[in-house]
DNA sequence: CGGTATCCAACACGATACTG
DNA sequence: CAGTATCGTGTTGGATACCG
């Protein structure tokens, strides 16, 4: 098992903040959000990125934000089925906060191992 | 009460979304720090600001972010207790990133209104 | 492959009451 | 003013097993 902090996002509606982090303030949204900046993905592609995800919650965070708008899932008619996750309009208009996140992070995580 | 939407997050360390993520996933943890990036504040200010969390929750909050580095406690020694938060140079570091969920959500909000 | 259903335990939050 | 302690509650995520 992976070392994990949890902690809940309360937003208020009505508030840009909160507009925001009501999309991406799940539990791993983030990490998926990121993992289709570049490009559609398919579900196992996703759960290869975060293997930490369990399928349950990975599950639930895509169809939520498919609920909102901020992907789409296509379903492909293969035999072995096929789907694929691709951020919409709305789901990339999240990445710049993403990459300010990450690379905030980053710098941080830099401080960290030069300190 | 206020309409409420929890989400969990879970974060891996290591990777820099997760070390920006484990500052400022938390609950409110976003609305704190806006509170402060103009300048040192009181608790009772700071409650002001955000009339919907708890002060359980918000003393939590603040001493969370005190021990990561994010924030300072300054105790006046006035006869009705004083105490000033202010954020440090981690936290103003955050502020880039918060900003950017900020003017996301604004666009999202003006693009609600306006379809 | 891409899920869904169920069970379960862990939090983390709100409310309340009390303190220096 | 600025908290802390306690209780009760509910959501949520992990694990496991199963399906088209």
New interface residues.
Partial sequence: M??????????????????????????????VL?SLSEGPRRFSELRRDSP?ISAKVMTSRLRDLEHRGVLTRNVMPTSPPTVEYELTG?GK??L??????????????LRDSTA
Same sequence: chains 1, 2.
């Fill in positions: 992976v070392l994990k902090v949890r902690k809940k996002v309360v937003a208020l509606p009505g508030c840009p903040m909160s507009k925001c982090m009501n999309l991406l303030g799940g539990c791993w949204t983030p990490e990121w930490f709305l208009e999240l710049p906060a993403i990459r300010s996140i990450v690379a905030v992070g980053s710098r941080l995580l």
